[in-house]
């Protein structure tokens, strides 16, 4: 597979997400589902966190600009309600995963991490795709049902 095939498998699987931030409201982010301790706006913030986290530790991208604060809290902390900030570090993401497999000359190399071990980078690629989905199905949940 080229570069540019594996940009749109990543993308066709991202439009899990994008298609939910299309759609949510600034009114929808402090929404949970039920008991769940997440927010709208937590996971739309934590999926991005994650994505540029790839984009950097796993794969290289040194220009990459992140701070985790999702994970640095480790909980819903209810201050994910600023919506056009939200999609501007879910572009910023997007934008960064597709440089990043851009810059990829070796997809059957191995890389090792203290968050899930070795893999090789095609496997790390589709750890994130479907780290992604994961939570966009969250997500999508707590848009339809969450209060």
């Known amino acids: 597979m080229t570069n540019s095939s594996l940009i749109a498998l990543w993308a066709e699987g991202r439009t899990r997400f ?6 949510v409201q600034e009114a929808d982010l402090p929404k949970k589902n039920g008991d769940s301790p997440n927010s709208a706006g937590f996971l739309i913030r934590h999926i991005a966190e994650v994505e ?6 796993v794969f ?3 220009e990459v600009k992140i701070v985790a604060k999702t994970l640095i809290a480790q909980k819903d902390t209810g201050e994910w309600t600023n919506l056009a900030e939200l999609k501007e570090i ?11 497999i851009l810059a990829q000359t070796n997809w059957d190399e191995v890389i090792e991490t203290k968050e899930f071990g070795k893999k090789t980078r095609a496997e790390a690629l589709g750890r994130i795709v479907t780290h992604t989905a994961y939570h966009a199905g969250q ?9």
């Open 90 to 100: 879910a572009s910023y993401s997007g934008e960064m995963i597709i440089k990043t």
């Open 52 to 57: 540029l986290l790839f984009a950097k530790n």
């Open 18 to 23: 994008t298609k939910l931030l299309d759609a």
């Open 139 to 147: 997500l999508a949940l707590v848009l339809k049902y969450g209060k």
């Open 60 to 62: 290289g991208l040194a």
